[in-house]
């Protein structure tokens, strides 16, 4: 799984990118509407991230949706 699939998906994955980062509300979440740009911004604005710590939360949340989808599918 990548972020184009996660994007594609977004809706089902809302629920998991408020679990993961609490500090987001829900209407964060329909703002970022999927996009990657968006999120990597209130993350830095919310959590006080630098923007390659925004980008490596990111990536290990896709890294880890990747693994638990993977497991579901087998």
Do not use: H
């Not at 629920?15 to 829900?26: A, I, N, P, Q, S």
């Not at 990597?40 to 693994?67: M, P, T």
């Amino acid at each position: 799984m990548n972020w184009d699939t996660l994007k594609g998906d977004w809706k089902q994955f809302k629920g998991k990118v408020k679990e993961k980062w609490g500090k987001l509300t829900d209407d964060d979440l329909d703002v970022i509407d999927g996009k990657r740009d968006q999120l990597s911004g209130l993350l830095q604005k919310r959590y006080g991230y630098a923007k390659e710590a925004a980008e490596r939360e990111i990536e290990a949340f896709v890294k880890d949706s990747n693994r638990a989808f993977e497991t579901t599918t087998r």
